[in-house]
């Protein structure tokens, strides 16, 4: 005799799932916008020197993360809703969610350790180049690179703990017998 086919996700479930999904699309947006407006002026000995987040290869780097996860968590937050009105998922689904979780999650984890790493190494290289106080603008830039990275850090530890839900759901997905 054949087990019985296991019971869809509770609706606690299903809420928790969907306010994840959106808590990442929350951080990737807000990400997205404070990477892309991150620019500095500066006045060196005369001279005026404009600096855009673009001129640094991890931020670049970071904002590409950011927006690739944020275009996946629009997906997955379409897909979640669609089973949260339904009560049903896809078999298709269920391979995307996992290996799409994975795969996106490493893609923000690398993204923040790039802006972390570079916020660091730039700012201490600007303090040894230039004296500035901690009102300068250059401060400013580095600190929104702080923000940022911080803000996808979150946005990977959101789809880390939905990495493991997908995980479970792709164990107990109900098997098609031919």
């Given at each position: 005799m054949a087990p019985p086919p296991p019971s869809p996700p509770s609706v606690m479930l299903r809420t928790v799932?969907?306010?994840?999904?959106?808590?990442?699309?929350?951080?990737?947006?807000?990400?997205?916008?404070?990477?892309?407006?991150?620019?500095?002026?500066?006045e060196i000995r005369g001279t005026s020197i404009k600096m855009h987040f673009n001129d640094v290869y991890a931020y670049r780097y970071m904002l590409s993360a950011a927006?690739?996860?944020l275009g996946y968590a629009i997906v997955e937050l379409v897909f979640t809703i669609a089973q949260f009105a339904t009560g049903t998922i896809h078999p298709f689904n269920y391979l995307f969610s996992f290996y799409g979780d994975k795969l996106i999650s490493y893609l923000l984890a690398t993204g923040s350790a790039a802006g972390f790493g570079v916020s660091k190494d730039l700012?201490?290289?600007?303090?040894?180049?230039?004296?500035?106080?901690?009102?300068?603008?250059?401060?400013?830039?580095?600190?929104?690179?702080?923000?940022?990275a911080s803000l996808l850090l979150f946005a990977f530890v959101s789809l880390a703990v939905l990495s493991v839900f997908s995980s479970l759901a792709l164990c107990k997905r109900p098997t098609q017998v031919s």
């Open positions: 799932l969907l306010l994840l999904r959106v808590l990442t699309a929350a951080f990737l947006v807000t990400t997205v916008a404070l990477v892309s407006s991150n620019t500095v002026t500066l927006v690739i996860g700012k201490d290289t600007y303090l040894a180049l230039i004296e500035f106080d901690s009102t300068d603008p250059v401060d400013d830039f580095f600190s929104k690179g702080y923000a940022s």
